[in-house]
T-cell receptor, first 114, second 114 residues
Framework: SQQGEEDPQALSIQEGENATMNCSYK?????LQWYRQNSGRGLVHLIL?????REKHSGRLRVTLDTSKKSSSLLITASRAADTASYFC??????????????FGKGTKLSVIP | DGGITQSPKYLFRKEGQNVTLSCEQN?????MYWYRQDPGQGLRLIYY???????QKGDIAEGYSVSREKKESFPLTVTSAQKNPTAFYLC?????????????FGPGTRLTVT
């Protein structure tokens, strides 16, 4: 089952602009992760934010988490053509017997125009 | 993609044939996963394994089988019982199977069944 849902589905911006993607989820989480996927490739982990954190930075990436609204946002500042990719949020879901699995949204497809 | 290899990158099979996708990791990770990705969709979990000789079904296990005889290997067999096997298959691993672990992905295998 897909818990996270990204918005917008697609985003096109000019190089140098900021890109903001949002993720909403339904049930409480322990943490939320963001991944990036270049076309036809595997996913690459970008950042993990815990449920007791509100904001986290990594280079040009800024992630916020609002557990009261069950939402997260990923901001990429000063975008580059190389940032063109799909971005997925993933939330943990309890799958029984002490195990957790990640559930992924459908992603936001970001196009950065040079 | 570092540390996890999937082969082959492209695979073509006739309907009714079983096919096995390879996944190997040299990260010494305990947990491994298989996901399926369809166009414009997020990832759906097929099977996962926390330790050698143990694995659990994910959300869409029907028509698939796995084995975990070695820590570094987690092959996936797509059987003839899988009704719609054409998809992009991604293997991943993580240090543990709790909610705090990021997942490392392989480059994927694109399977086409005609």
């Amino acid at each position: 089952s897909q818990q996270g849902e990204e918005d917008p589905q697609a985003l096109s911006i000019q190089e140098g602009e900021n890109a903001t993607m949002n993720c909403s989820y339904k049930t409480s989480i322990n943490n939320l992760q963001w991944y990036r996927q270049n076309s036809g490739r595997g996913l690459v982990h970008l950042i993990l934010i815990r449920s007791n954190e509100r904001e986290k930075h990594s280079g040009r990436l800024r992630v916020t988490l609002d557990t009261s609204k069950k939402s997260s946002s990923l901001l990429i500042t000063a975008s580059r053509a190389a940032d063109t990719a799909s971005y997925f949020c993933a939330t943990d879901a309890y799958s029984g017997a002490g195990s957790y699995q990640l559930t992924f949204g459908k992603g936001t497809k970001l196009s950065v125009i040079p | 993609d570092g540390g996890i290899t999937q082969s082959p990158k492209y695979l073509f099979r006739k309907e009714g044939q079983n096919v096995t996708l390879s996944c190997e990791q040299n990260l010494n990770h305990d947990a491994m996963y298989w996901y399926r990705q369809d166009p414009g969709q997020g990832l759906r979990l097929i099977y996962y394994s926390q330790i050698v000789n143990d694995f659990q079904k994910g959300d869409i296990a029907e028509g698939y089988s796995v084995s975990r005889e070695k820590k570094e290997s987690f092959p996936l067999t797509v059987t003839s019982a899988q009704k719609n096997p054409t998809a992009f298959y991604l293997c991943a691993s993580s240090r543990g199977q709790g909610f705090s672990y990021e997942q490392y992905f392989g480059p994927g295998t694109r399977l086409t069944v005609t």
